[in-house]
C-alpha cells in the first residue's frame, strides 16, 4: 500500500489543524493506520491509531482529548484532527499502515508501510 499524508502548515498555538492520509494500491480496510511524529532532534513517536473498521482507537497521553484519529475506508484516507495545539506538537507528522500490528503498539519498527511526512508548526 501506498501512504501521501498531506494537510500541514503552520499554525499558533491553540489553533487547529487536520492532517489527512490517503492510500492505494491495495484493499485500505485491511489495515489498522497510525500517526507517528517526529521533531527536530529527537526520535520518532507514536501519536494515535485506529481499527480497521474504525470502531477502536488507541492515543498517546500527550495528545489525548486534544487530537482525533478517524477514517473513512470508502475514501482510502485516514484523518487526524489536532486541536488545542502547543508548540511541543510541532514536527513531522507521519501515516503509516499494517495489516497486522496491534492497536496499542506504540513502536513504530511494527508498521510496514509509511508516507513521506507532513510538516506541522505551530508558533506561539
Known amino acids: 500500500v501506498q501512504l501521501q499524508a498531506s494537510g500541514g502548515g503552520l499554525v499558533q498555538a491553540g489553533g487547529s489543524l487536520r492532517l489527512s492520509c490517503a492510500a492505494s494500491g491495495d484493499t485500505f480496510s485491511r489495515y489498522v493506520m497510525g500517526w507517528f511524529r517526529q521533531a527536530p532532534g529527537k526520535e520518532r513517536e507514536f501519536v494515535a491509531a485506529?481499527?480497521?473498521?474504525?470502531?477502536?482507537?488507541y492515543y498517546a497521553d500527550s495528545v489525548k482529548g486534544r487530537f482525533t484519529i478517524s477514517r473513512d475506508n470508502a475514501k482510502n484516507t485516514v484523518y487526524l484532527q489536532m486541536s488545542s495545539l502547543k508548540s511541543e506538537d510541532t514536527a513531522v507528522y507521519y501515516c503509516?499502515?499494517?495489516?497486522?500490528?496491534?492497536?496499542?503498539?506504540?513502536?513504530?519498527?511494527?508498521?510496514?508501510?509509511w508516507g513521506q511526512g507532513t510538516l506541522v508548526t505551530v508558533s506561539s
Open positions: 485506529i481499527s480497521w473498521s474504525g470502531v477502536s482507537t
Open positions: 503509516a499502515a499494517d495489516p497486522s500490528v496491534n492497536l496499542r503498539t506504540s513502536s513504530s519498527y511494527e508498521y510496514d508501510y
